[in-house]
């Protein structure tokens, strides 16, 4: 993909401090704790990533909690499943 780990974690970064999502990525929220990560788009059709969008779908519907996308799997698998991909 090219956007490399570091790309997502400099994103999570600038939206922690209260900026808007970065085009061409989506914040989605991970964990027990809803944890809020920042992802590049391209890893939507990700088969590895549609498996955690299936899961969601089950879980949620399409009633999410945060109001985002919320992720139903730990956040140290979500950041290997990101670390492969990008």
């Known amino acids: 993909m090219g956007f490399g780990l570091l790309g997502v974690r400099r994103a999570r970064q600038e939206v922690s401090k209260g ?3 970065p ?3 989506l914040a989605v929220y991970v964990g027990e704790k809803k944890k ?5 788009i ?5 088969p ?33 499943i990101m670390s492969v991909l990008t």
Do not use: W
């Not at 391209?42 to 990700?46: A, D, E």
């Not at 299936?54 to 949620?60: D, G, N, P, Q």
């Open 19 to 21: 900026a808007e999502v």
């Open 42 to 46: 391209g890893c939507l059709n990700q």
């Open 36 to 40: 809020r990560f920042v992802i590049p």
């Open 48 to 80: 590895s990533f549609q498996d955690l969008l299936s899961k969601a779908e089950e879980e949620y519907g399409y009633h999410h909690p945060m109001g985002g996308l919320t992720i139903p799997c730990r956040e140290d698998v979500f950041l290997n």
């Open 23 to 25: 085009k061409g990525y």
